[in-house]
């Protein structure tokens, strides 16, 4: 079993930045990979990232790659999403999840609650 809580959501401005954290308890989080998905207003959950559980794989989406860095540190149990130069179509709920390394919300076995990421133009 494993608990997903996740912070560091809030209102910014386009071009401002945001570092969301993730932080997960439970046995199997150091051999669990960690995605991010977000869900903006009206629209179906998307995949953001994902990153193995050694940390040596990383997977983005054409949308926010160059801009957005997934990492972790299994040490603390927390996966981290640096979003840099947020546009306001990066507004959404976003979700961490662990399971199997993928882009598909159905491999995930646990999520988090999600955070809000509100960017104004």
């Known amino acids: 079993q494993v608990q997903l809580v996740e912070s560091g959501g809030g209102l910014v401005q386009a071009g401002a930045s945001l570092r969301l954290s993730c932080s997960a308890s439970?046995?199997?989080?150091?051999?669990?990979?960690m995605g991010w998905f977000r869900q903006a207003p009206g629209k179906e959950r998307e995949f953001v990232a994902a990153?193995?559980?050694?940390?040596?794989?990383?997977y983005y989406a054409e949308s926010v790659k160059g801009r957005f860095t997934i990492s972790r540190d299994n040490a603390k149990n927390t996966v981290f999403l640096q979003m840099n130069s947020l546009k306001p179509e990066d507004t959404a709920v976003y979700y961490c999840a662990a399971g199997p390394m993928s882009d598909s919300e159905d491999s995930y076995d646990y999520w988090g609650q999600g955070t809000q990421v509100t960017v104004s133009s």
């Open positions: 439970g046995r199997t989080f150091s051999n669990s990979a």
């Open positions: 990153i193995s559980w050694s940390g040596r794989t990383r």
